[in-house]
């Protein structure tokens, strides 16, 4: 699975630069293709599901123009516009032609993706309780100063998890938790171990 909504800020090793920064797609929602397998659980079973019925066609020759991605810019849409306050978060299975969806339940919405969605592509629907607006301003803040724990622990990366969290990587959970939560709240942030990013040199 794909996690398209990801904010990363990793401290990178002695002599380079601290770097943070925000990757969006070109539909300005927030979302981006990474591929975050090793920090993202397999999903729970869906609370509601649909399958698409919505005819479609090929943009030109390009690889990327399929059901799946169509489905998903509409949904990208969907998120950005009117479902702002309802819209937690995507990830994206390829193989399945499916994508999990996860918002604060809302019935219009549902409707909105499951028609939006191409024949043949599955959608699974998730419940939230945060919208992706809170989760983006919670992890903007978090990574303002990546540096500022240095000597107790090192934050190493900052990330909008699309079930509903901010996911926030460090050398030593058990000493940044309690700080960062303090600092910034309680719920949704999930603090974890994760190993020091190296800078590619070659």
Same mark, same amino acid.
């Given at each position: 699975?794909?996690?398209?909504?990801?904010?990363?800020?990793?401290?990178?090793?002695?002599?380079?630069?601290?770097?943070?920064?925000?990757?969006?797609?070109?539909?300005?929602?927030?979302?981006?293709?990474?591929?975050?397998?090793?920090?993202?659980?397999?999903?729970?079973?869906?609370?509601?599901?649909?399958?698409?019925?919505?005819?479609?066609?090929?943009?030109?020759?390009?690889?990327?123009?399929?059901?799946?991605?169509?489905?998903?810019?509409?949904?990208?849409?969907?998120?950005?516009?009117?479902? /702002?306050?309802?819209?937690?978060?995507? $990830? !994206?299975?390829?193989?399945?032609?499916? %994508? @999990? +969806?996860? =918002?604060?339940?809302? &019935?219009?919405?549902?409707?909105? /993706?499951?028609?939006?969605?191409?024949? $043949? !592509?599955?959608?699974?629907?998730?419940? %939230? @309780? +945060?919208? =992706?607006?809170?989760? &983006?301003?919670?992890?903007?803040?978090?990574?303002?100063?990546?540096?500022?724990?240095?000597?107790?622990?090192?934050?190493?990366?900052?990330?909008?998890?699309?079930?509903?969290?901010?996911?926030?990587?460090?050398?030593?959970?058990?000493?940044?938790?309690?700080?960062?939560?303090?600092?910034?709240?309680?719920?949704?942030?999930?603090?974890?171990?994760?190993?020091?990013?190296?800078?590619?040199?070659?």
């Amino acid at each position: 699975m794909r996690n398209r909504s990801w904010i990363l800020a990793a401290v990178a090793t002695a002599g380079v630069v601290v770097g943070a920064a925000l990757y969006v797609d070109a539909s300005e929602t927030g979302h981006a293709d990474v591929d975050v397998a090793a920090t993202t659980s397999p999903s729970p079973p869906a609370e509601d599901w649909c399958v698409g019925t919505r005819s479609g066609r090929a943009d030109g020759d390009a690889p990327d123009d399929t059901p799946l991605n169509r489905t998903l810019a509409r949904i990208d849409e969907l998120a950005a516009g009117r479902y /702002a306050d309802v819209y937690t978060g995507m $990830g !994206v299975d390829e193989e399945a032609a499916a %994508a @999990d +969806v996860w =918002r604060i339940p809302s &019935d219009l919405f549902d409707k909105a /993706a499951c028609d939006a969605a191409e024949k $043949g !592509v599955k959608l699974r629907l998730h419940p %939230a @309780d +945060v919208d =992706r607006k809170t989760l &983006d301003a919670l992890a903007e803040r978090i990574s303002e100063d990546m540096t500022r724990w240095d000597g107790t622990f090192q934050m190493r990366e900052v990330g909008v998890d699309e079930r509903g969290f901010v996911h926030v990587g460090v050398d030593d959970p058990k000493k940044a938790e309690p700080l960062v939560k303090k600092e910034f709240g309680p719920r949704y942030i999930k603090v974890e171990y994760v190993d020091q990013a190296y800078a590619d040199v070659g």
